[in-house]
């Protein structure tokens, strides 16, 4: 079975969701290293060793990864948000997280927030309001409580989103093929 792992990553805690190839939501939860006193580096750490619990349980196939910066992505995204500090750490996480991926094999794709949210129909002014339209859209579509870790509503938004992309794609080029 092929399996699709999504990782919304921040420093503090990251969301991450398991689909399988027929996009039923597999399994759930948050990366959150404790205690908040650790360093960056034992953040990185700890950030590694339970992407590699997951990867190791869950063997995906394919992952996609949220742009922790808010952009660029391949589709153009937004640039980077945040302090300098913040957004160093930022891409250091994704760092931990692409060598995890690329020493496993596993292909991955980054998507900004501004596209997964654009994609998905989340156009508020508000972080705020983007959020709280991502948490409504996964507890309607997967029945999920409303009481879970924003993180880990965005990670399947995340998911949905690449699936949107692909399924796109493939029909793009099945009518490129078609049109000869």
């Known amino acids: 079975m092929s399996k699709i792992f999504s990782l919304d990553l921040a420093s503090i805690q990251s969301g991450w969701s398991i689909h399988d190839e027929k996009e039923n939501l597999l399994s759930y939860g948050i990366i959150k290293p404790k205690p908040r006193k650790l360093t960056a580096d034992e953040r990185l750490l700890v950030i ?19 742009n922790p910066a808010g952009g660029p992505d391949k589709d153009g995204g937004r640039g980077p948000m945040g302090n300098w500090t913040t957004m160093g750490v930022l891409f250091m996480c994704q760092g931990v997280a692409r060598l995890s991926f690329q020493f496993h094999e596993i292909p991955y794709e980054i998507i900004s927030p501004s596209t997964w949210q654009n994609r998905l129909g989340f156009f508020k002014k508000y972080r705020d309001d983007r959020k709280a339209a991502a948490r409504n859209y996964v507890v309607e579509k997967y029945k999920l409580s409303p009481d879970l870790e924003q993180d ?11 699936v949107y992309m692909r399924d796109w794609k493939n029909k793009s080029e099945s009518n490129e093929v078609s049109a000869f």
């Open 48 to 66: 590694h060793h339970e992407i590699e619990e997951i990867i190791k349980r869950e063997s995906p196939s394919q992952a996609i990864l949220e």
């Open 152 to 162: 880990i509503y965005d990670a399947i938004c995340l998911h949905d989103c690449w």
